[in-house]
């Protein structure tokens, strides 16, 4: 079915000329545009912030960020204690907007359209755009009704078991639960209550999955198997993940955007590159555990 984020065809956009450079540089190009080498080039981004700030009432939380979410892979986002992470993920789906306080300005481009324009349906985008939080969080209902619940709202429920099946599956919990869909949730355990809202997240058939520290409150069994799943799920999503922990940042993600008190985005590029070679002293620092 298809599910236009907007309710209008997508207004003229700016070209890229018309953005200042010192961002990510654009699509198709082998030779970086950017006039900062310390943001990764990104060819053809899934979604790009351009000049992106945010104020929670008058204080800043967040400087311009311009960067490219890659397609397909994942990309971690770390940072010491209030640098402004979960705030810039939650920017990805329009999540502040349920933040009186918050208040954002610059763009934020997907599927070629502003995703704050006022056109946009903020329900229909989180469907495209889903997000896992930190603490599990499913329905109080039915292990099916979890994951049937966002197809149901749109009215979407054409081969509803065989959607809800599948989406269990790509979350790695079908084995587990294919003879208790009729069970509460809220029975689980907590890695399998995240793995839910995984499948529930899914099941809408989104583009990008955006997780806010997915596996802090879960043992490392549990916090193990997310980590593998998050790697699943690149194969047929982007993922954008808010982690503490540099290990899993350096274990789990192809790209790594590091952003510093002040809520600075500082240094983006390849996992490997950040974690091996940073080209920022305080990235180094960070990394090395000299603060944060
Ligand atoms: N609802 C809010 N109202 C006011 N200020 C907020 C709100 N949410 C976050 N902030 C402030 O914005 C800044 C960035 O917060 P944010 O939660 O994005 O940081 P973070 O890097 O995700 O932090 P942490 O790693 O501790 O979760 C912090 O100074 C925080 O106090």
New binding site residues.
Partial sequence: MSDPIGSTTAPEIETETDHDQDAVSDAGTTEPETSDPTIASVSDPVVEARDLTVH??D?Q?LQPVSMGIPDGEVTAII??????????LRCINRMNDL?D??NVDGEMLFEDKNIYDEDVDPVALRRKIGMVFQKPNPFPKSIYDNVAYGLKVRGDTDNLDERVEEALKRAALWEEVSDQLDKSGLDLSGGQQQRLCIARAIATDPEVILMD?PASALDPVATSQIEDLIAELAEDYSVVV?T?NMQQAARISDKTAV?LTG?KLVEFDNTQKIFENPDHQRVEDYITGKFG
């Fill in positions: 929670y009432d204080v939380a940072g010491p204690s209030g640098c402004g992470k979960s705030t810039f933040v306080a918050a520290e808010v503490h952003f809520g």
